[in-house]
């Protein structure tokens, strides 16, 4: 099956498990580029743009893990009985 190179926002929201709004947000922001096109401007994502966008964010967790390393109580709802 044959992938479709431009994707809706909806689309995008589905494949990354976020709301419509927060795509949005993020195309707005120029964070994930995307075009306006047609009459109406309707936002498409072209599906390598948001391949590399999935590898940067990758990228950036691991800056940030490395950056800020875990200890124990960084998640004090753990250690906390329910």
């Known amino acids: 099956m044959e ?3 431009f994707l809706e926002l909806n689309d ?3 494949e990354l498990n ?3 709004a927060q795509v949005y947000a993020l195309v707005r922001r120029g964070d994930l580029p995307a075009i306006k ?3 109406r401007g309707q936002w498409r994502v072209e599906r390598a743009k ?3 966008f ?3 964010m990758y990228a950036e ?3 940030f893990i490395r950056d800020n390393p875990f200890v124990g109580g960084d998640l004090p709802e753990l250690d906390k009985p329910r």
Do not use: H
């Open 50 to 52: 948001l391949e590399d």
């Open 3 to 5: 992938q479709r190179r």
């Open 12 to 14: 995008v929201a589905e």
């Open 18 to 20: 976020i709301s419509f």
């Open 61 to 63: 967790t691991a800056d």
């Open 37 to 39: 096109i047609g009459g």
């Open 54 to 56: 999935i590898s940067r």
